[in-house]
């Protein structure tokens, strides 16, 4: 078993950065791929960046490709997310994700991949 928080959203401007960051609990955290997915309101739930527990293996949403980054500390425990430039319409809660029983090298792109969830964290951005 995985728990998951999020933490470091907040309220920044257009073209600013931040950090997200999911803290893991649990024995088994080295060994889950790892993602991170958003929900806009009145949309459906996005795939965002998800990494692999083996080699560090990324995959990333066509939208944050080269803005976002994610990059996992196995020692601490902990997943975050590099977010830079951010936009208007990345304004979402954020969740953190995590997947037990895959292979090391796998990335998920789907939410039915991972069965760990975090509760979210708000990210809004202004123009």
């Known amino acids: 078993q995985v728990q998951l928080v999020e933490s470091g959203g907040g309220l920044v401007q257009a073209g600013d950065s931040l950090r997200l960051s999911c803290a893991a609990s649990?024995?088994?955290?080295?060994?889950?791929?790892m993602g991170w997915f958003r929900q806009a309101p009145g949309k459906e739930r996005e795939f965002v960046a998800a990494?692999?527990?083996?080699?560090?293996?990324?995959s990333y949403a066509d939208s944050v490709k080269g803005r976002f980054t994610i990059v996992r500390d196995n020692p601490k425990k902990t997943l975050y997310l590099q977010m830079n430039d951010l936009k208007p319409e990345d304004t979402a809660v954020y969740y953190c994700?995590?997947?037990?029983?895959?292979?090391?090298?796998?990335?998920?792109?789907?939410?039915?991949?991972?069965?760990?969830w975090g509760q979210g964290t708000q990210v809004t951005v202004s123009s």
């Open positions: 649990g024995r088994t955290f080295s060994s889950c791929a």
């Open positions: 994700a995590g997947a037990g029983g895959r292979s090391g090298l796998d990335v998920g792109l789907t939410a039915p991949f991972y069965g760990y």
């Open positions: 990494i692999s527990w083996i080699g560090g293996r990324t």
